[in-house]
């Protein structure tokens, strides 16, 4: 089955927070959704488990009892230990006896965190709080997982951990969604959803984003159009359209998924710009 949000819209208020956006995700892949703040990730994800309602639009998902959910929040009660969550959630889901020691074990061997079983959740590092949220959410094999930003703010080894756990819960047969700030991450995914203020800027596999972007990148010392430039370590990357003509103190580049989405979201602005 093919879960997805087909045309969602989402209004806040005054805000409209998805505009027309879809998604879809096959059992056994992973769909990165990215974009920076306010650009309708969660928005998206939580129309996904139920928790918000579209305007418009069709979600196709199991029920919430068949949805692993890992919020942008830790995911776990920090006044209980491991164990603790992984039991009470269990329990929710009706899991009990030995059924739910071997699950709760496997799992947390998996996730490097079965050492520290008995530790508060209060006490754990960030990464190792994250990878037990992911855990929590993946407790009653759910066909469909959503996380929500799953290694924002965790450190480099604690990222690589979580990925392997996710690309274990796809391999398994699991259709996930993440959500992710981190356009690396997101290149690692079967597909991607790039999203800019509840618009979405691009969607498809990696090659195919690639693959559609019309207009060049050039790598310089010093902008000739600072408003279309961003920093890429020590130098700068400049977007040109293709009937333009890179000038000759650039150099072209073969543009990557950070280059895209950065000058997707310029053109995106400056149309905003001209219609307003």
């Known amino acids: 089955m093919t879960y997805a949000v087909r045309s969602g819209v ?21 769909i990165a959704v990215g ?16 928790k918000v309602q579209l305007e418009r639009g069709v979600v196709d998902a199991p029920s919430p009892q068949a949805i692993g959910y890992l919020p942008a929040t830790a995911g776990s009660w920090p006044s209980l230990t491991v164990a603790q ?6 329990g ?14 496997e799992l947390l061997d998996r996730a490097s965190l079965l050492d520290v079983a008995d530790r508060l959740a209060s006490q754990l590092s960030g990464g190792m709080r994250r990878k037990l949220g992911f855990s929590m959410a993946m407790l009653h094999d759910p066909p469909l997982l959503v996380l929500d930003e799953p290694s924002t703010g965790v450190d480099p ?3 690589v951990d979580l990925w392997r756990l996710v690309s274990e819960a796809a391999a398994a047969g699991a259709a996930v969604v993440m959500s992710t700030t981190y356009l690396d991450e997101a290149e690692r995914a079967a597909s991607l959803l790039a999203l800019d203020r509840g618009r979405m800027l691009a969607s498809g596999t990696l090659h195919q984003v690639l693959d559609s972007f019309d207009g060049a990148i050039a790598r310089t010392a010093t902008p000739h159009r600072r408003a279309w430039a961003w920093r890429r370590g020590r130098v700068y ?23 895209v989405v950065i000058a997707l ?3 995106r602005g400056h149309d905003r710009e001209l219609a307003s």
């Open 157 to 159: 080894v604690s990222r």
């Open 35 to 50: 974009g920076g703040d306010g650009a309708g990730k969660t928005t998206l994800l939580r129309t996904l488990v139920g």
């Open 237 to 259: 990357h400049e977007y040109w359209p293709a009937t333009a003509e890179v000038p000759l103190d650039a150099v072209a580049v073969i543009p990557d998924l950070e280059d």
């Open 265 to 267: 979201s310029l053109l």
């Open 85 to 90: 969550n992984m039991d009470f959630v269990g």
């Open 92 to 105: 929710i889901y009706g899991l009990s006896g030995k059924a739910l020691v071997s699950r709760r074990d």
């Open 10 to 30: 989402v209004r806040f208020g005054d805000t409209l927070a998805l505009d027309e956006v879809s998604l879809e995700v096959e059992p056994g892949s992973v």
